[in-house]
Nanobody
Framework: QLQFVESGGSLVQPGGSLRLSCAASGFTLDGYAVGWFRQGPGKERERVGCTDHTLGSPYYADSVKGRFTISRDNTNTVYLQMNSLKLGDTGIYYC????????????????WGQGTQVTVSS
């Protein structure tokens, strides 16, 4: 099955950090953009950030800019380092792919994983 496997979610206090992993299963990331998305309670899914196939500077939502960092390595895995976490960062985090370049819309991405839960709470 061609999908991502997300991991690393946990319960964390405000101001804390987490590192999420997104491992590709059944395919290579070469030539693909990979986006990180999240869906908070009662909210629509939103794009947190994205890295395209050129491995240039990733794109970030304004709400996470300066706090979150996306990276890729040569093991077919994409990471999301999350620092200075806030209550509003709570949600299920997903990754997905699309050919070549990033897109703002989640409907343009595929190979969604099951997600990993991040809960920011004191």
């Amino acid at each position: 099955q061609l999908q991502f496997v997300e991991s690393g979610g946990s319960l964390v206090q405000p101001g804390g950090s987490l590192r999420l992993s997104c491992a590709a299963s059944g395919f290579t990331l070469d030539g693909y953009a990979v986006g990180w998305f999240r869906q908070g309670p009662g909210k629509e899914r939103e794009r947190v950030g994205c890295t395209d196939h050129t491995l240039g500077s990733p794109y970030y939502a304004d709400s996470v800019k300066g706090r979150f960092t996306i990276s890729r390595d040569n093991t077919n895995t994409v990471y999301l380092q999350m620092n200075s976490l806030k209550l509003g960062d709570t949600g299920i985090y997903y990754c997905a792919r699309r050919r070549a370049f990033c897109s703002r819309s989640s409907t343009n991405f595929g190979s969604w994983g099951q997600g990993t839960q991040v809960t920011v709470s004191s």
